[in-house]
């Protein structure tokens, strides 16, 4: 086992081309499970809430749980369908971005419209991957930030639908990078620690203090996890330029879809996708980013 690992490695760093190949094909699946991810793990959230809260209100539990084995829904099952005709998705009919073009873009058995949406999930994941891979070939740590680019398309998008970073996401990724600096693999395992106290209490801070100020809630735990997963996996020094660069995007973008879209400057926005975008380009440019602006302030 281990001699055909280093045979597969040995073959990717003899041919680049085909490591990006094979990181594409991978990839494009992953973003067409992460479709699946995006919609239904809210919905399994929602459920299990509604679960809980009928456990508190002391319904009739017998009922809901005849219900809830006739109306199973994970990650798995049921199995997709159109929404509207509800005919089942064929394997050939899933293949990603090829099968959205092949059918363009619509259901197979009823027309009905299928969204750009989903291909362009896919697409974003295998370009992020690709570009993830470029830069760091096939390394360990390479692997660690494709699975890290993976959740992070999920969590902007689900914070994009639902104002939400789930922790069945944010906290298996925070155990994953410190358990990465423990093997050695990424900073030490004190600067993790260090980054990831430093991460989660920066925003938690800020939160706080606005809250105290306004009596309102600026922004959502879930922010906090994921700075906490960025401050594990870079150290507390990049969480400066994390936070400069989420906020310049996050005010740039936000304020340039609520105009668009005509609504109230107040109207809450999700910060989560800025803190990714932000994040996973200090993975990449990171030092190039400081060293420029260094060379910018030192003259």
Not at 58 to 71: C, G, I, W
Not at 161 to 185: E, K, N, R
Not at 232 to 246: K, V
């Amino acid at each position: 086992m281990d001699n055909l690992f280093q045979n597969i490695v040995l073959t990717f760093n003899q041919n680049h081309l085909f490591f990006l190949f094979t990181v594409t094909l991978i990839s494009l699946s992953i973003g067409s499970f992460l479709n699946v991810v995006i919609y239904r793990l809210p919905v399994m959230m929602q459920n299990e809430w509604q679960h809980e809260c009928k456990l508190l209100l002391a319904d009739d539990l017998k009922q809901e749980s005849k219900s809830q084995e006739q109306t199973v829904f994970n990650l798995a099952t049921p199995a997709s369908t159109c929404p509207k005709c509800k005919s089942k998705i064929r394997a050939w009919q899933n293949i990603p971005v090829i099968s959205w073009l092949f059918l363009k873009g619509r259901c197979a058995n009823c027309k009905n419209s299928i969204s750009i949406r989903y291909p362009s999930i896919e697409l974003l994941t295998a370009i992020a991957s690709i570009t993830i891979a470029h830069f760091f070939g096939p390394t360990a740590i390479c692997f660690i930030y494709l699975l890290l680019t993976w959740a992070l398309v999920a969590l902007i998008f689900i914070d994009i639908d639902h104002m939400l970073l789930p922790d069945q996401i944010t906290l298996p990724l925070l155990w994953f990078v410190l358990l990465a600096a423990v093997f050695g693999t990424t900073i030490t395992p004190t600067e993790a620690i260090i980054g990831a106290a430093a991460g989660y209490l920066c925003f938690w801070s800020v939160y706080w203090v606005f809250k105290l100020v306004t009596g309102k809630e600026g922004m959502g735990y879930g922010d906090f996890k994921l700075m906490a997963v960025f401050g594990a996996l870079l150290g507390w020094q990049a969480l400066p330029m994390i936070i400069l660069l989420s906020s310049l995007v996050g005010a740039i973008i936000g304020i340039t879809l609520l105009s668009l879209q005509g609504k109230d400057k107040a109207t809450p926005i999700p910060f989560g996708p800025y803190i990714a975008i932000a994040g996973w380009i200090a993975i990449i440019w990171g030092e190039q980013i400081s060293a420029s602006y260094f060379n910018l302030v030192l003259g």
